[in-house]
């Protein structure tokens, strides 16, 4: 499951930023690694929570600081 949510982000986030999707690995940092600004991490938000149905609370996003992070969330909201 977790591979299936990080395929899924590796895609909204090349859509989102340009990221190349083989450069979405689970320790890369949205911010460090990956340059996602806080704009464009809200339109990746919103974009998984539309593919997964799931409601990440602003207060929850600031949390996700790595593509892993935010796959291990998905995953828990999906269970």
């Given at each position: 499951m977790s591979q299936e949510i990080q395929d899924g982000l590796a895609v909204i986030i090349n859509e989102v930023a340009g990221v190349p999707v083989e450069d979405v690995k689970l320790d890369k940092s949205f911010i460090d690694d990956l340059d996602i600004d806080s704009l464009s991490m809200v339109e990746v938000v919103m974009a998984a929570e539309d593919k997964?149905?799931?409601?990440?609370?602003?207060s929850d996003v600031k949390n996700l600081r790595t593509v892993g992070d935010a796959v291990d969330y998905i995953a828990k909201a999906t269970a």
């Open positions: 997964w149905g799931v409601k990440i609370p602003d």
